[in-house]
């Protein structure tokens, strides 16, 4: 019975040690994808974006799309929701329970990946469906430019909000993170490290977060959410901006040097930093009122009109013998 008692204890140290490191890089995001049904009011404006993307080979829950990005606008009411990699779930499931049912090998069965064109648009007034077109090529042809615009400047002010509260650091409550990612004996002697950086607006009412996951230097992952509890059901996830594992060049030029810029700082903090760094003259004024040279001392230096400095100074740049 002891020895029983021992096992279970030793698994159970080896699991508290395993799921941390497991959680530690885990790459799966807590979000639920955004659904107009489940919103909890719809009441007020606001705008939403939320990108997703895993590779087949990665990803571990066949159910839920790998690959898709949603914008929705509340405006009077009125709820406008686009997708980009759009593939019906439910034609996606009855084409793998065939597969499954003739014991063949299963594919990436959502096949619409992300291209930057929306393919899918459905919108209400109060709830009531008003228009809902899932044909790619009609939804592209009439709101591309439209979805890509509004995508953008929303995607933008947010970043230059984060990018504000990291030069902000000392009111922002920054937080970076810096770790090395475990190395493969394959991928060489040179470390990588992940980045992670956060922040939040003074009115602790929003906090943003950007990560390099794979130490690329790149910004793959973004996200902001608000606390003003806005949300579509349990684990909604961040209910401003919500883009995991990026790999849309569109999207990594807006967001792509936010943990570099939180890690290594920016040019504008440079400039801050510049105009109140000390200059040599305050300096020398701190230096000779902390550090002096005794009373008694000093009385017989100048007694024997000796200038000890002068001469260090002159030492100093080869003057002296």
């Given at each position: ?175 970076v993170s810096r770790k090395r990612i475990p190395r493969k004996i394959y991928e060489g002697d040179e470390p990588k490290f992940s980045t992670s950086v ?124």
């Amino acid at each position: 019975m002891s020895h029983k008692i021992g096992v279970f204890l030793a698994c159970l140290f080896a699991a508290s040690i395993l799921l941390p490191a497991a959680a530690l890089y885990s790459k799966e995001p807590d979000f639920t994808t955004v659904a107009i049904k489940k919103l909890n009011r719809y009441d007020e404006d606001r705008l939403f974006y939320q990108q997703y993307e895993k590779s087949h080979e990665e990803f571990s829950d066949e159910s839920r799309d790998n690959s898709f990005a949603t914008l929705m606008l509340i405006k009077d009411k009125k709820v406008y929701l686009f997708q980009d990699g759009y593939d019906n779930p439910e034609l996606v499931k009855y084409n793998r329970f065939v597969l499954e049912k003739g014991n063949q090998n299963i594919p990436d069965m959502w096949q619409n990946k992300i291209d930057g064109l929306p393919d899918y648009v459905v919108i209400t007034n109060r709830r009531i469906e008003v228009q809902k077109n899932t044909t790619k090529e009609w939804v592209s042809a009439n709101y591309k430019d439209f979805y890509t615009s509004v995508r953008d400047k929303l995607l933008r002010k947010h970043v230059a909000i984060f990018m504000s509260l990291i030069v902000n650091r000392l009111d922002s409550e920054i937080n970076v993170s810096r770790k090395r990612i475990p190395r493969k004996i394959y991928e060489g002697d040179e470390p990588k490290f992940s980045t992670s950086v956060s922040a939040r607006t003074p009115d602790g009412g929003t906090v943003y977060y950007a990560e390099d996951a794979n130490g690329d230097g790149i910004t793959e992952t973004f996200t902001a959410h608000s606390s003003d509890g806005f949300q579509w059901g349990y684990k909604s996830g961040p209910n401003l901006v919500c883009i995991v594992n990026n790999t849309q060049k569109d999207i990594e030029n807006i967001i792509g040097r936010l943990t570099n810029f939180g890690y290594y700082g920016s040019a504008d903090e440079e400039q801050v930093i510049k105009k109140t760094f000390p200059t040599n003259a305050d300096l020398n004024y701190m230096i000779n009122d902390i550090y002096r040279i005794d009373l008694e001392t000093e009385k017989f230096l100048k007694k024997n009109d000796i200038d000890i400095e002068q001469e260090l100074e002159k030492s100093s740049k080869g003057e002296g013998k």
